[in-house]
């Protein structure tokens, strides 16, 4: 069972999310304050953080890079801030996604469902040349097959479920174009169709793990107005 930890200081949206959650066969733990999520974060480990960034103790970002600094954990960001910084902040700081409020359930539920399916997916493109389960980005390699990034000092690099999704696209298909709107499908899902602004992001955090030089990428190459490539 798919265990959610949600975290808001409201305490009808609490109510509101752990009925329906609870309905739909999660296991569900609340938090109304940044604290008491790091450490409900700790003593049972979730597999998805629903976070609000309007906390009264915490803000929500900062919530967001104390679980970033030990764990891989999908985050979902639920606010009211609807500004594109904010956003970009977020996602920034290592969220997997952004709903804005006032929200639908039907739409949060979506994108519960397409982070889960990250969580448990495996590749599925068995016409990828089997030379692409293992592949070089600068000082690293890559381990599709087993899911591991190290470095060559033999140090190992962690990485998000969304984060090993859109590499694991661009590296399969070696000097492919792969375009945003295919990216965002195959890595967010089909109702994801606009949010370039997530590529964007989470290209500038691979780039910062795995290339020597971010700001001169040679192997994870963006095409401007097209889309990302993986070049050996």
């Not at 739909?24 to 974060?41: C, F, Q």
């Not at 049972?44 to 890079?65: N, S």
């Not at 979902?76 to 409020?101: H, N, Q």
Request: zero cysteines; proline letters at 6%.
């Amino acid at each position: 069972m798919t265990r959610i930890l949600v975290v808001d200081d409201e305490p009808q949206i609490l109510r509101a999310l752990r009925i329906n959650l609870r309905a739909r066969g999660y296991d569900v733990e609340v938090a109304d304050t940044g604290a008491a999520a790091l450490k409900a974060a700790v003593s049972h480990p979730p597999d998805l953080v629903v976070l609000d960034l309007g906390l009264p103790d915490l803000d929500g970002i900062d919530v967001i890079r104390g679980l970033r600094g030990w764990t891989t954990v999908p985050i979902i960001v639920l606010s009211g801030r609807a500004g594109s910084e904010d956003k970009v902040a977020a996602l920034d700081a290592g969220a997997d996604d952004y709903v804005t409020k006032p929200f639908g359930v039907d739409e949060l539920l979506a994108r519960i469902r397409a982070v889960t399916r990250r969580l448990t997916s495996t590749p599925a493109d068995t016409a990828a040349p089997a030379t692409t389960a293992a592949a070089r980005v600068g000082r690293h390699t890559v381990n599709l097959a087993d899911r591991t990034v190290t470095r060559d000092d033999g140090t190992e690099v962690r990485l998000t479920p969304t984060q090993w999704a859109m590499l694991d696209k661009l590296l399969r298909h070696p000097g492919k174009l792969i375009s945003q709107r295919q990216l965002l499908h195959d890595v967010w899902g089909p109702e994801y169709q606009h949010e370039t602004n997530y590529l964007r992001q989470y290209m500038a955090q691979l780039r910062r793990k795995l290339e020597d030089d971010p700001a001169r990428p040679r192997h994870l190459i963006t095409e401007p107005g097209m889309g990302y490539r993986y070049r050996p």
